[in-house]
Structures are given as C-alpha cells and as structure tokens.
C-alpha cells in the first residue's frame, strides 16, 4: 500500500477548510494558520505543568547520606513497603483487565 495514501486531514474549526493532520497538538491550519486542535494543546499544556510540580512528601522518601544507619534502615523497609503496594495494585489491575476480557 503506497504510504501517500495514509494521510490524515481534519477539518479546521476557524476557516472550515481540510488541512494534514499529524495528529500532534501544535499542528496548523494550511490555509489559515490557526492549531487544528486547541483542545489538544491546552491539555498538552496542562499536562506539562502538572508535570513540573513536585512529588508530595508522603510518596516520596529519600535517603540521605548522613542519615543514621537506624533511620536508613526504617526508610527502606518504607520504601519496600511502597513497592509491595505498587504491586499488589498493578497485579489486581492486571487481574480485572484479564476478567474484562
């Protein structure tokens, strides 16, 4: 099949005329240069400012350097203990997936 055939178009919601489509959230109109999808872009934008922000304390402990070897033990049996949990939930996701079918 010729690749030239693949090619996605979407209708630009400012002058109504088709244009390619990438399927990225900063594709623009070829006629009137206005982004294809702005939905898109915004949540790009929202996704990547929630990104950025920091890790709350709760699900996140570090291990320092001059930590004493006492608190450097309790924190990594906190930080098993996270990742027993971590797969216990993926393995009841995986699980009802499997159910669903």
Request: one cysteine or more; proline letters at 5%; hydrophobic letters at 45%.
């Amino acid at each position: 099949m010729d690749s030239s055939s693949l090619i996605s178009t979407k209708k630009c919601v400012h002058c109504q005329q088709w244009s390619r489509w990438q399927q990225s959230s900063d594709d623009r109109c070829e006629h009137c240069g206005h982004l294809l999808d702005p939905r898109a872009q915004q949540n790009a934008l929202a996704r990547a400012e929630l990104e950025k922000q920091p890790t709350p304390a709760l699900f996140r402990v570090e291990i320092h350097p001059g930590d004493s070897p006492l608190v450097r033990f309790f924190k990594r049996i906190a930080l098993g203990g996270q990742m027993l949990f971590a797969a216990i939930i993926a393995f009841i996701v995986w699980l009802v997936t499997l159910a669903a079918g």
